[in-house]
């Protein structure tokens, strides 16, 4: 499996709260991703980075805002929970073959 | 801007019969194409890609993909459903080194 590790696996909050997502590999990878998972839509991009401090949107990329800061580590922050944000969060990673890799998923809720 | 229609959101299928499931794709360049797979509760796993070499291209588990041009389609077939096949899949094609997926396919498959 490729090395990606999402925290927390899941979390339960309340509208209107922060909540950050962190998304971690070990491959070395320049491009990484955030999708939300809900059903009937597949998955959907929320935003993308192309290396260390390069990101971009995706389709869905209101309420949310993303860091790179290092290769290793991209986060995923909802700067005020909505109910409409509740949905599972799957990281992934491309390799130069143009493979993407996902992590295990988070599922949030939020109240 | 490509996109991905996978027909049928459920299909069912006998243990032993043949799987077919349907992704068609609509792209202005010759695409990459994949065929994800998702177990309950897991990530997305990758089962098949197609990059513009062999128009068959065959995956993990006995599943394999033939890209139609023609038919802008990209099945996905395996000659004899196990019970171990029950999941959902997603076909997704690249762009601008992204993935764009189809809003799924669950295959259930009776004994």
């Known amino acids: 499996d490729a090395g990606i590790t999402q925290s927390p696996r899941h979390k339960v909050t309340e509208t209107g709260t922060p909540v950050t997502l962190r998304c971690h590999q070990t491959?070395?990878?320049?491009?990484m991703y955030w999708y939300r998972q809900d059903p009937g839509h597949g998955l959907r991009l929320i935003h993308y980075?192309?290396?260390?401090?390069?990101?971009d949107k995706g389709e869905v990329s209101d309420g949310y805002s993303v860091s790179r800061s290092k290769t290793e580590d991209f986060l995923l922050t909802l700067e005020s929970a909505t109910s409409s944000q509740t949905s599972v969060y799957f990281c992934?990673?491309?390799?130069?073959?143009?493979?993407?890799?996902f992590g295990p998923g988070t599922r949030l809720t939020v109240l | 801007a490509q996109s991905v229609t996978q027909l049928g959101s459920h299909v069912s299928v006998s243990e032993g019969a043949l799987v077919l499931l349907r992704c068609n794709y609509s792209s202005s360049v010759p695409p990459y194409l994949f065929w994800y797979v998702q177990y309950p509760n897991q990530g997305l796993q990758l089962l098949l890609k197609?990059?513009?070499?062999?128009?068959l291209v065959k995956g993990i588990n006995g599943f394999e993909a033939e890209f139609k041009k023609s038919e802008t389609s990209f099945h996905l077939t395996k000659p004899s459903a196990h019970m171990s096949d029950a999941a959902e899949y997603f076909c997704?094609?690249?762009?601008?080194?992204?993935?764009?997926f189809g809003q799924g396919t669950e295959l259930s498959v009776k004994p």
């Open positions: 992934a990673i491309s390799d130069p073959s143009g493979g993407m890799f």
């Open positions: 980075s192309y290396g260390v401090k390069d990101t």
């Open positions: 997704a094609v690249s762009q601008g080194g992204k993935l764009i």
């Open positions: 197609y990059t513009s070499a062999a128009t």
């Open positions: 491959e070395n990878h320049r491009y």
